[in-house]
Every structure is written in structure tokens, then in C-alpha cells.
């Protein structure tokens, strides 16, 4: 047992850990929140911090609510469902003006409230779920418990996806366990049954199921899929992935389409999308809609501009800013979202974009037109951030406008700094909760020159 400690939480830190102070050390906890006085024993000491873990709730904090999900706590999801949703709102604001102040040294730049999600449940459009081999020769189908990437629990209901979904996670994890089929083992690297994916639509009413397995031929494909297409005619369409890598993700280098399309169709602002089982898609879309609105009237385009969307996935950014400018180029490494990129546009009868296939700080330093530049870039990085070459790069064609839309403020702050050092103003940023009861926080700015 380390030392235990009496302390009064007073902040959330950028991680979502609670905030105490001890001795004149600042003191991380895995628990708790602000206004609470907790008992939490020390489990790491460094000179500037401690990491404590909670024991015992003396004081219940002000805004503490009952969380909606039997599997609150344990659950590696939701780190926040015990918060109430006006607070979680007040300190992903409050968190990105840290991040404004201390990372970037932009203290004057106006960080907005942030914009609350209008569905606080059964909004994600895309959850993953992992089957785990069990000491009894048994297995669990669902979530990583919190804290423990090595263990994972029988998820009952998750209250951010649909009740259909959960019926489908019922349905796949009872045909594994009738049909004895091998769950595996993500040490021994033996076993078949990997993952399960479901997909879903919000304004197309589409599901689809993606069961990702270890290499081989899926026997039992036929019963499966009449298993699940008697849930509901919404699953409208079931895919078989294989993924023999040891690296633990839920995507499929062999694909086999075993009912329906192998796609299902998104409508986002009024636009027809097409989203394959390995595509990234924004996780919700309802308030996808109000992400890329915010972000579009920030940016001020008019007709005659040049966009060039870097990053740009299966197009959706630059798709829907095509109908407000001249041309839009857009810019991905990823081959099928490339494919997928040009259908989309093809679907909505879009021919003012062009999308390259290319690693962006290739093509920013080996392809980017010199003669004719853009009057708009668009940046829609991995929680990574801008790459230093590309970022090197963009300050070099110093456009006149930069639309960056970020999922973490840490890593946008630090670009932030270097765009602002070079010239460009930044008056101000508009965060928006696009997971509630999570600590992501994505948030919109643009940038133009002085």
C-alpha cells in the first residue's frame, strides 16, 4: 500500500483526471471530481506530481449526477457520464483556453463556450467491439475495462450506441459461443474471432455489421448473417474482414461482402456519402452537420476561391465546400479513401474537385502548384497534428486563409504558436462536443494573414 492522502479536488486536467494539491505537489487522481473531498492512496511519486487513485468518496462534489450505464467505472468509454452535462461543456471550454494559454502562448485568442452535442446518448454511428479469450476456456465480447487494454468485459448495453446495436453484439456473441467458434488470443496469436464492428446511419437509417477475424474462411457465414438479418431489415448490409497482423485493430486486410452492398450511404447537409467498412467517418453525425456549418461560416468563401483540403479522407470537407467555391483539391494517403473520394463525388454530381492520392508532405514539397495559388487551405489532421515538414511547408505558400479543424487542443495549440510567430491572426476558436460523457474535444479556428 503507498501513502494514503486526504484532498480536496478543485480542477479536471487536460486527460480527464482529477486535479488535488498535497504538500506543494500537485496530485493526479483516477477519480473524482471538482468539490469533492476524497481518500486516495499514492501509486507513483515524481518530483513535480503524484498519481493517486481514489479509495474512498467523503464529499460528493455539487455536479455530480447517476450515471445512465450499469458498466459506468469500469467501462474504458465513458469517463464522464458521472458529470453533469452543463459542467462536462464548462471544462472542454475551460480546456482548450489551457491549452490556448500554456501551450501556445495565446492568451488573448477568444475561446467560445463550447457547442453541446444535441443527442447526449445514442449518438455514435461507428463502435468497435473486442472479443477476449477467458482463463476458463470461456470469452467476453464488448469494451476494455478502463485503465487494462489487456482485459476486456460482456458488454450488457451501451447507452451511446443504438438498442439495435446492442441486440446485434447480443446476437454475435451467442452464435460465437453455439457454434464454438476459437476467440482469439491476443498473446498466443491463435484463434479466429477478433472483433466486431457496427456501423450505423443517422439520416439513412443504414446498419452495417463488420466481423473481423484471424485468416481463414468464415464457415458459418451463412448462418450468421440469417441471424442478424432477422434483427431488423436496418442491417442492410454485413461484410467479413481478416486481419492476421498482431496489432490490435479492428480493420481487415482480405474483405468479403457476405450480404447486401459491403456500404452503407450517410446524408450529411444534404450530401450523399458512401462509407465502406475501413472508411473513417466522423463518429457522429448529427453533429458533424453542426462542425462543418461552424466551420464553413468561419471560413467566409465565395465563388471564385481555390481550396486545397489536405487530409482530406473520403472527401466530405471539400464535397460539400465544392458548391461554394471555384475547385477544391483534395489530398489523402490512403488509397480507398481516395476510391471512395471520387465516388462521393461522382454520387452528388460534383465535378469542381480533384482528389490525389499522396502523402501530404510529399505533395505540399513535389506537387503543390507554384504558379496558382490557393486561396484556402483546409487542415483536418490525425490527433498528431500537422507534420513539422508540412507545417514548414504551408507556412512557405503562406495562404491567405487556413481552416483548421483539430481533435486535440494540445497538438493544435502547438501548431497554433508557429502559424501565429509567422504572421497569421488567430481572433479565435469555437470547441465542439462531438462526444459527451468523453474527454475528446474537437474544435474549429481559422487563421489569416495580418
Same mark, same amino acid.
Given at each position: ?51 493517486? =487513485? ?41 480546456? %482548450? ?24 446518448? =445514442?449518438? $455514435?454511428?461507428?463502435?468497435?467491439? #473486442? ?21 476486456? !468485459? ?18 454475435? $456473441?451467442? *452464435?460465437? $459461443? ?8 491476443? %498473446? ?5 474471432? =477478433? *472483433? ?21 474462411? !468464415? ?12 434483427? #431488423? ?27 447486401? #452492398? ?18 473513417? *467517418? ?23 476561391? =481555390? ?14 465546400? #465544392? ?10 494517403? %490512403? ?19 480533384? *482528389? ?95
Amino acid at each position: 500500500m503507498g501513502k494514503q492522502i486526504e484532498v480536496d479536488i478543485v480542477d479536471l486536467a487536460f486527460d480527464g483526471k482529477a486535479v488535488a494539491h498535497n504538500d506543494g505537489k500537485v496530485v493526479f487522481l483516477d477519480a473524482g471530481l471538482p468539490g469533492e473531498r476524497v481518500t486516495a492512496e499514492i501509486i507513483r511519486s515524481k518530483p513535480r506530481h503524484d498519481q493517486a =487513485r481514489v479509495l474512498n468518496l467523503i464529499t460528493k462534489g455539487p455536479h455530480r449526477i447517476k450515471p445512465t450505464c450499469r458498466h459506468f467505472g469500469g467501462c474504458g468509454g465513458c469517463a464522464w457520464q458521472d458529470l453533469s452535462y452543463e459542467r462536462q461543456l464548462h471544462y472542454k471550454t475551460k480546456q %482548450v483556453g489551457d491549452c490556448m494559454e500554456r501551450l501556445a502562448g495565446l492568451p488573448d485568442v477568444k475561446v467560445h463556450e463550447t457547442i453541446p452535442a444535441p443527442d447526449q446518448f =445514442r449518438y $455514435r454511428n461507428k463502435m468497435e467491439f #473486442s472479443f477476449h479469450t477467458a482463463t476458463d476456456d470461456s470469452f467476453t465480447l464488448g469494451l476494455h475495462r478502463r485503465g487494462a487494454f489487456d482485459e476486456v !468485459f460482456d458488454l450488457k448495453a451501451c447507452y451511446l450506441q443504438s438498442e439495435l446495436a446492442n441486440e446485434i453484439v447480443a446476437t454475435v $456473441r451467442r *452464435f460465437v $459461443r453455439d457454434h464454438s467458434l476459437p476467440v482469439y488470443d491476443v %498473446v498466443k496469436h491463435t484463434g479466429y474471432a =477478433r *472483433f466486431l464492428v457496427i456501423r450505423e446511419t443517422t439520416y439513412t437509417d443504414q446498419v452495417m455489421v463488420n466481423f473481423v477475424t484471424n485468416y481463414g474462411e !468464415f464457415e458459418k457465414s451463412d448462418e450468421l448473417v440469417a441471424a442478424l438479418t432477422a434483427l #431488423s431489415p436496418r442491417i442492410t448490409t454485413i461484410v467479413h474482414n481478416q486481419n492476421g497482423q498482431k496489432s490490435n485493430i479492428a480493420t481487415g486486410e482480405i474483405e468479403k461482402v457476405l450480404s447486401g #452492398s459491403g456500404s452503407i450511404q450517410e446524408k450529411i447537409l444534404g450530401k450523399i456519402f458512401r462509407i465502406k467498412a475501413n472508411s473513417f *467517418f466522423q463518429t457522429n453525425s448529427a453533429q458533424t452537420e453542426t462542425l462543418y456549418r461552424t466551420a464553413f461560416d468561419m471560413l467566409s468563401l465565395d465563388g471564385d476561391d =481555390r481550396v486545397l483540403d489536405l487530409y482530406c479522407g473520403t472527401g466530405p470537407i471539400g464535397i460539400l465546400l #465544392s458548391e461554394r467555391v471555384k475547385e477544391v483539391v483534395g489530398v489523402e494517403l %490512403v488509397t480507398d479513401a481516395v476510391v471512395m473520394a471520387r465516388e462521393n463525388a461522382a454520387a452528388n454530381d460534383i465535378s469542381n474537385i480533384t *482528389f490525389i492520392e499522396a502523402n501530404v508532405v510529399e505533395y505540399l514539397r513535389n506537387q503543390a502548384p507554384e504558379g496558382d495559388p490557393f486561396d484556402a487551405v483546409v487542415i483536418d489532421p490525425p490527433r498528431a497534428g500537422l507534420h513539422p515538414k508540412a507545417l514548414r511547408r504551408i507556412k512557405e505558400m503562406k495562404p491567405p486563409r487556413i481552416l483548421y479543424i483539430s481533435c486535440n487542443p494540445a497538438t493544435f495549440a502547438r501548431d497554433a504558436k508557429e502559424l501565429v510567430a509567422i504572421g497569421y491572426e488567430l481572433p479565435e476558436v469555437r470547441p465542439i462536443d462531438m462526444f459527451p460523457h468523453t474527454r475528446h474535444i474537437e474544435l474549429v479556428s481559422v487563421f489569416s494573414q495580418s
